[in-house]
């Protein structure tokens, strides 16, 4: 009786104590391990942290055993400009400050065009260039100086190293091809089919597993479809984007409805301060106009009052010159 119950509250002991203490069992299990088999798994660990650091010790730069390493290996190492120095550079060309409620879209621009021409991946194409340009457009149209909006797009070329040039030549390749097309000669289009200049951006994107999609070149779809004459909403373009994007190009889609999304909302703000712009020029005008009618009146009733003092002294000499009667 005595055994049973030594036995009965070993077990409960035993039951109680794994409860608390996680992997029992296996830590049980463990301990049981042979010294030979605590020595291979000792070497296993050793050789693979010595396989790492060997890794690590032997890295170099642009010759790792990859294919991305092989194409793009010789870039490594080579300087590189940065957001803060592109800005500068940007700011030092313009040589006049952004008026306040532009600065914002402006920055924005140099940054983004910045950072997508850093990069080893890019590859300038005529719709990247209509995106680009038609980004400008869509935001300096109503820009107060027409000589600074001017010269912002120069100091913009100027800093990434583009020409104005052959950006407008190419943008124009695509607006020329795009006239009277539909949605379907587009979709075919950017499918690879054809020699059209689409078509032929969209045979290098494909045949290129590298091809990096950039903000320049969705927004350039989307002068595309304005051009064709689709319904230039974020909802009705969502749709459009993925089956050009994802079906016919084969890449992803999801950063370009984003990008799309932004450019709608982008465009709305600028609408309602074109408005309110408008509005405050039609106020500043009313203004002006009352204060020229207020002068307007104040000078004529200047002048009659002279008319009238004019009278007077005229009268009062008239009075003077006449000689006195004696009679």
């Not at 190293?161 to 390749?173: F, M, P, R, V, W």
């Not at 020229?292 to 008239?318: G, M, P, T, W, Y």
Request: aromatic share 8%; with cysteine.
């Amino acid at each position: 009786m005595k055994s049973s119950l030594s036995i009965l509250s070993g077990a409960l002991i035993t039951s109680i104590t794994s409860s608390f203490i996680p992997n029992s069992r296996n830590a049980f299990f463990s301990t049981s391990l042979s010294a030979e088999d605590a020595l291979v798994k000792d070497g296993m660990i050793k050789s693979d942290l010595d396989s790492a650091l060997d890794k690590e010790i032997s890295y170099e730069p642009g010759k790792a055993d990859t294919d991305f390493a092989r194409k793009f290996g010789d870039r490594a190492g080579k300087d590189v400009k940065t957001v803060g120095e592109a800005f500068a550079d940007f700011t030092k060309r313009l040589g006049h400050p952004v008026q306040a409620l532009y600065r914002n879209g402006v920055s924005d621009i140099v940054g983004t065009t910045h950072l997508i021409m850093i990069s080893v991946r890019f590859e300038i194409d005529g719709i990247w260039s209509l995106g680009l340009l038609a980004t400008l457009d869509l935001l300096l149209k109503n820009y107060p100086d027409k000589v600074i909006a001017a010269d912002i797009r120069a100091a913009l070329f100027g800093s990434m190293g583009l020409n104005a040039e052959d950006l407008e030549k190419e943008a124009k390749t695509i607006t020329d091809w795009a006239q009277g097309k539909s949605q379907e000669d587009v979709a075919i289009a950017l499918s690879g089919e054809g020699d059209s200049p689409v078509a032929k951006i969209a045979k290098a994107a494909k045949a290129n597993d590298f091809w990096m999609y950039s903000k320049w070149f969705g927004i350039g779809l989307i002068k595309i479809m304005e051009i064709i004459g689709l319904e230039m909403e974020s909802e009705t373009c969502y749709p459009i984007m993925e089956d050009w994007l994802d079906k016919k190009m084969e890449k992803p889609y999801f950063t370009a409805c984003t990008d799309s999304d932004q450019y709608f909302r982008t465009r709305s703000k600028l609408e309602m301060l074109e408005t309110l712009m408008k509005e405050v020029e039609i106020r500043e005008k009313k203004k002006l106009a009352q204060r020229l009618e207020a002068k307007a009146e104040e000078a004529l009733a200047k002048a009659e009052r002279e008319e009238k003092l004019k009278a007077v002294v005229e009268a009062d000499q008239a009075n003077q010159s006449d000689p006195p009667n004696d009679a």
